[in-house]
């Protein structure tokens, strides 16, 4: 019997974009998954259900996938599963990111070790108790953050500039890490590595402060290409408009940074790609631009950006995840250069934690030509909270214009407006 042509995915929540890719190329779309939910059984050819957490049972699937399907590729569409990706690939002998590196992209202190022959690392150290991360932060020079080795999207994350700043971020860490995402805190002991992989639920990365404008590069890297998208992302920050979280308030695209900047932070992405050897993957890399105009790494993900495909379709046309099944399955990307229009991507987080009651201002909000999307995520009397308490934002919007500057004041006022009430 001939095998169908297949892309397999490593688990599903509800991002849909890369399996329609995969469907309208042609490809049957497989998922490997503990349990079936969020309607999977309409999205997927076939599914493969078990208790993944054995070695021997991954083994097993991989060779009765192979059995039938004819697999070009193996994907993850979240940070929670790159790990499980690469092992996949590998038993089915299709080429994909090592575990190796997979495992540096999905813990932060590997990432941090990896990274540590390249100048644009920051400055790091690893804590596994309150007295550890103070004498990490008195040798780092006073002004850190410290962060969740395992979060994702600015979640678990704490400025840290003082003793009693340090105590409260620790406390926090340690109440947080039992109610984090179970899939986060996987410590892979049954995959049996053959490195050592830091536990999240008993380190934390105390790094360095750097102080400057975030950025955001999006990658595709097949087995010996990389492409860039052809604008970097600015990013401002919860801090930068006054709040006190770690959620990133709006997103810009194209950027308005020195065409230099963006020639670096692809450059510096580039080769920490080839230093990780990251290869068949979506590569998502945040950096920052420093007061002196240096730019740093923050973190990599070989992943696709959470809201990449929507800003760069409005903005530039193209569809990054079909690209990215281009780009695993070893056909050459091809995507528009030129800009049609600026657009800036929001999320609404509360002031303080609470049950979810309204936000305010939302008519003149949905009265907006310039509005393109918007999804509120949380529910009536539902919790929500702080990004550094690892909650989701309330509601994400799009907004797009002709204009970068009135675009920016735009989403700064939202911002503003568009208050989180709670009870």
Known sequence: MRRKKAIVFTEYRHKLEAIESARRAGFSAVLVTRQKRNGAAKVFDEIFEADLNSREVWDQLAEKISAKYNVKAVVSNYDHFVVQRSYLAERLNVPSTTVYAAACTRNKVLMRHALSVMPENIEFEVAK???????????????????????????????????????????????????????????FK???????????????????????????????VDSHRVWHAPSIVDVTTAAEIGRD???????????????????????????????????????????IVDDTGAVKIIEMASRMGGYRPLMYSHAYEFYLPDLLIR????????????????????ELFPEKNGKFVRIENLRELKKDPAVK???????KNSPVGHARENFDPVAVILLAA????????????YQEKLKVVVA
């Open 129 to 187: 108790s309150l007295v550890g991360a103070k004498a990490a932060r008195k040798k780092l020079g006073g002004d850190v953050f410290l962060k969740s080795i395992a979060g994702v999207k600015s979640r678990c994350v704490f400025h840290v500039d003082s003793e009693a700043a340090l105590t409260r971020a620790w406390r926090e860490f340690c109440k947080l890490k039992n109610e984090i995402d179970e899939e986060l805190m996987n410590d």
């Open 190 to 220: 049954y995959l049996d590595f053959r490195f050592e992989y830091p536990d999240p639920r008993e380190t934390v990365l105390v790094e360095k402060a750097i102080h400057g404008r975030q950025i955001t590069v999006s990658s595709l």
């Open 245 to 287: 979280d770690s959620f990133l308030a709006y997103r810009m695209l194209p950027s308005k940074m020195p065409r230099e900047i963006w020639r670096e932070a692809k450059q510096i992405t580039e080769t920490a790609i080839k230093v990780l050897g990251l290869r068949n993957c979506a590569v998502f890399t945040d950096l």
């Open 327 to 346: 780009a695993v399955t070893g056909q050459p990307v091809r995507r528009r250069k030129q800009a049609q229009q600026y657009v800036s991507l929001l």
């Open 373 to 379: 999307y918007f999804n509120l995520k949380a529910k």
């Open 402 to 413: 002709k204009n970068y500057r009135a675009l920016e004041k735009k989403s700064r006022e």
